[in-house]
């Protein structure tokens, strides 16, 4: 079963406009990842947020974790056709922090 | 990804055929892992590696087998495969978790 699970399932919006993508797991982690896969490619690792922080920049990637939730947030802002993709998070299988289980990704559609 | 390249790129294969796919990376990372992505169920891992000779179970092994003789390659093989083998299967490379996983750019199995 999916340790990670994002939510919505599928998201549009206009360029120029901001998406928030959420992450909910199940069991503690050490770190938790977002992933972006573009049709028809391997995904791309984007940024890696460790259990012991709450949030974390990468140009205009803005992702946030709450542990006592079990819960993380992935924000892109100022939205691009480019950003078109599916984005996944992911958290690992066992305690070395290997072995990352993925959730089903949301599909994000940007239209200009 | 050049650092990794995949093998063949595509299949179409018969039932109960063997097929082997091939993970061939040039960054030395230690760990390897193979995953299977579906319409709605994302990417599940199959198996994964830590080292030459070392490898586990994931989510979804049965069926599969692996095989690391050598750094740079990781082997999933289908032993008899079948319909429900149907897949696109990547494989990641980790040269440590700050950086995320590498994809290759994946295998495109059919069998009918």
């Known amino acids: 079963s999916q340790q990670g699970e994002e939510d919505p399932q599928a998201l549009s919006i206009q360029e120029g406009e901001n998406a928030t993508m959420n992450c909910s797991y199940k069991t503690s982690i050490n770190n938790l990842q977002w992933y972006r896969q573009n049709s028809g490619r391997g995904l791309v690792h984007l940024i890696l947020i460790r259990s012991n922080e709450r949030e974390k920049h990468s140009g205009r990637l803005r992702v946030t974790l709450d542990t006592s939730k079990k819960s993380s947030s992935l924000l892109i802002t100022a939205s691009r056709a480019a950003d078109t993709a599916s984005y996944f998070c992911?958290?690992?299988?066992?305690?070395?922090?290997?072995?990352?289980?993925f959730g089903k990704g949301t599909t994000l559609s940007v239209s200009s | 990804d050049a650092g990794i390249t995949q093998s063949p790129r595509h299949k179409v294969t018969e039932t109960g055929t063997p097929v082997t796919l091939r993970c061939h990376q040039t960054e030395n990372h230690r760990y390897m892992y193979w995953y299977r992505q579906d319409p709605g169920h994302g990417l599940r891992l199959i198996h994964y590696?830590?080292?030459?000779?070392?490898?586990d179970k994931g989510e979804v092994s049965d069926g599969y087998s692996v095989s690391r003789s050598k750094t740079e390659d990781f082997l999933l093989t289908l032993e008899s495969a079948t319909s429900s083998q149907t897949s696109v299967y990547f494989c990641a490379t980790e040269g440590g978790s700050r950086y995320g996983y590498t994809f290759g750019s994946g295998t495109r199995l059919t069998v009918v």
């Open positions: 992911a958290t690992a299988l066992n305690q070395a922090g290997t072995a990352l289980i």
């Open positions: 590696s830590y080292g030459v000779k070392d490898t």
